[in-house]
């Protein structure tokens, strides 16, 4: 699995137009793997266990639907000419237009869903900003078959999609649209703030395997 990078973070950013760091509520939260942090740590203080491998599993799994929204966008935000939109135009096919738009959406409401169940106040953020990422085209997404449910997530009528201009698709999926780069940017913060908290907790039970082993060191039981 392809893992999303700090680099990424920057392209992302570059592409969307969004500030990458922001002085705020959602910069001293944004960071699991400072264990000074009296914010984050009051959060986890709710579920009474500093290291649980259930976090990291959930960690993980937000990771892994992170990564695969951020490279779905990756592939309809990609400029020059071996860009989807632009292969579609040479080639006069575009299926792999189709295909993409459909691949973004399924692992849209793949994250969203992952991000809900495992709710905090930074992933209850990023849904939020998702969902206005969507919100805000939701008339444009009309336009081309795609509609917006009560819970956030959307659904495609394939048929209306594949009637639609290429131009028209571009204007919303590429990167002369909003929906895909902020998706793009979005995907990209959730997976790096999982991988920090993955190396938050290994790290925690690496501090402890340390310290068992200093500890039993002292004694000789054969002795």
């Given amino acids: 699995m392809m893992r ?13 137009g969004l500030p990458i760091r922001r002085a705020s509520l959602l910069d001293y939260i944004d960071n699991p793997s400072l ?17 649980d491998s259930k976090r990291k599993e959930a960690y993980e799994k937000l990771e892994k639907a992170a990564d695969k929204l951020f490279q779905s966008a990756d592939v309809l ?9 632009a292969e579609a135009e040479k080639s006069g096919d575009a299926g792999q237009v189709y295909d993409g738009i459909s691949n973004l959406l ?3 409401n793949n994250l969203l869903e992952v991000l809900k169940s495992s709710s905090s106040p930074i992933n209850d953020y990023y849904r939020k900003m998702m969902e206005e990422a969507a919100e805000e085209n939701r008339e444009a997404f009309s336009s081309v078959g795609i509609t917006i449910s009560k819970e956030g997530t959307v659904s495609i ?3 209306k999609l594949k009637t639609a201009d290429l131009k028209a698709l571009e204007k919303i999926f590429g990167t002369s649209g ?3 780069v902020k998706t793009e940017f979005l995907a990209a913060r959730v997976a790096l703030n999982a991988q920090a908290g993955i190396s938050s907790i290994s790290n925690q039970y690496d501090s402890m395997g340390s310290s068992f082993s200093a500890s039993y060191g002292k004694y000789d ?3």
């Fill in 35 to 51: 264990g000074n942090n009296p914010l984050l740590n009051s959060l986890e203080k709710n579920s009474g266990i500093t290291v």
């Fill in 157 to 159: 009528d394939q048929e």
């Fill in 77 to 85: 935000t990609d400029d020059g000419e071996k860009s989807a939109f």
């Fill in 178 to 180: 909003t929906f895909t």
């Fill in 221 to 223: 039981f054969w002795g």
């Fill in 106 to 108: 399924k692992n849209y």
């Fill in 4 to 16: 999303v990078t700090s680099q990424m973070l920057d392209k992302a950013a570059a592409k969307s």
